[in-house]
């Protein structure tokens, strides 16, 4: 009898510890495990991506850039793996700006063995030139890498150029001041903005002459020294001929005007004023002239020519 109840204990111990051992155990959740299957089923390769910002023409350092793994089978054509043959990027030029963590691409770095990232990425016929600026002519810095722009031309028209008969020898501005402005070229890239901080601090902006992308726009007070401007060889020579005889200043396209390429009138120093001259009184007639011997009919005028308009 006491055999049996030792035994009877025995599988009642036996149950008590399997149920214990069962609600100890916490439940299997099915979709983490075949996540945590399927995770290290995935193979992985290093590639190299910004750690920082790095803005348009800026010479790449050790410093720049990390290596993060990144799935094999979503390394897209371009990418920079670590261990492969385009690995070594110290010392080349971004042409395109890169985000932070953003993987680095070998098209958009160009090396001293290749030809110069600005010179590759102008398009075949055109030209990269600078001009000066100052905040008043450069927009007080709000012009960037990538706007559109029109060039203003402000000059005098010597005699000569007015009159066929004016003699070169004796060829002279109307007046000492500046008598037209006109757009000399419109619609025109900007490639590149050299700027400086205000009260007289050093350049600021990528490594190269302080020129930069897009990622100028932090700086405080910026002031625009210069700007390099995308243009055609024709376009090229009239600027620098302006820069000898008048004053240029740029003018910011609106974004939606990219693809508006109308020119507008020059202006001179008449159509500054607001007045309307066929609303000006009875001084501001013109003179009629009557051919003789039209008796007896209408006579008819001779066209009107209203003061300061050329015959």
Do not use: C
């Amino acid at each position: 009898m006491r055999l049996l109840l030792l035994l009877v204990a025995a599988v009642v111990a036996v149950f008590a510890g399997v149920a214990a051992l069962q609600l100890s155990t916490p439940p299997t959740n099915p979709t983490a495990t075949a996540a945590a299957t399927s995770s290290q089923n995935v193979t992985t390769v290093d590639v190299l991506v910004a750690r920082e910002p790095i803005p348009v023409g800026a010479v790449i350092t050790p410093a720049m850039f990390d290596k993060q793994p990144w799935p094999e089978n979503l390394v897209l054509e371009g990418f920079i793996v670590s261990s492969g043959p385009n690995a070594n990027i110290v010392g080349k030029v971004t042409r395109s700006a890169f985000q932070a963590r953003e993987p680095l691409i070998i098209s958009k770095l160009s090396g001293g063995e290749e030809s110069g990232f600005l010179a590759a990425s102008l398009p075949a016929g055109s030209r990269a030139i600078t001009i000066a600026t100052d905040a008043v002519s450069g927009v007080a810095g709000f012009v960037f890498a990538g706007d559109r722009v029109d060039i203003l031309f402000t000059h005098n028209i010597p005699q000569d150029l007015k009159s066929p008969q004016g003699d070169s020898a004796t060829a002279q501005a109307t007046s000492d001041k500046p008598s037209f402005a006109e757009v000399l070229a419109s619609n025109i890239p900007v490639l590149a903005i050299n700027i400086r901080e205000a009260a007289g601090t050093p350049d600021s902006g990528a490594a190269g002459g302080g020129f930069a992308g897009a990622a100028t726009g932090a700086l405080s007070s910026p002031v625009p020294s210069s700007m390099t401007l995308q243009v055609s060889d024709v376009q090229a020579e009239k600027i620098r001929l302006a820069e000898k005889v008048g004053t240029l200043s740029i003018a910011l396209r609106s974004i939606e005007d990219r693809d508006n390429n109308a020119i507008t009138q020059p202006a001179d120093l008449l159509s500054l004023t607001q007045l309307d001259m066929d609303d000006a009184g009875p001084q501001a007639e013109g003179v009629k002239v009557i051919r003789g011997g039209n008796s007896g009919a209408a006579p008819a005028p001779m066209p009107q020519y209203r003061p300061g308009e050329q015959r």
